[in-house]
Nanobody, 119 residues
Framework: QVHLVESGGGLVQAGGSLRLSCAAS????????LGWYRQAPGRQRELVAV???????NYADSVKGRFTISRDNVMTTTYLQMNSLKAEDTAGYYC?????????????WGQGTKVTVSA
């Protein structure tokens, strides 16, 4: 099992910045992808950014140029630097870890951290 804990959410004015962190614990060996997703009230959860063990990254079009995902060297911590925040970035932000072991792939989710951007 992998346990994920997010932190860093809060209230910020439009144009401001926040940095989210996600720490993984438990059986972290085999984690090969860490990602951030968000879910606004009444909307489906959507991908924000993902980073792999090969340090490849992928971003939602809506955050390209504003958000940056990074990780530590051992794939146990990921960060999401969010700049130029907009009201539409308001959502719960969730960390996800993808772990491959014995030929199977497992996804693990954190409990989320709330980001509120005031216009």
């Amino acid at each position: 099992q992998v346990h994920l804990v997010e932190s860093g959410g809060g209230l910020v004015q439009a144009g401001g910045s926040l940095r989210l962190s996600c720490a993984a614990s438990g059986t972290t060996r085999g984690i090969n992808a860490l990602g951030w997703y968000r879910q606004a009230p009444g909307r489906q959860r959507e991908l924000v950014a993902v980073i792999t063990s090969a340090v490849t990254t992928n971003y939602a079009d809506s955050v390209k140029g504003r958000f940056t995902i990074s990780r530590d060297n051992v794939m146990t911590t990921t960060y999401l630097q969010m700049n130029s925040l907009k009201a539409e970035d308001t959502a719960g932000y969730y960390c996800k870890a993808g772990r491959r072991t014995f030929g199977k792939y497992y996804d693990y989710w954190g409990q989320g951290t709330k980001v509120t951007v005031s216009a």
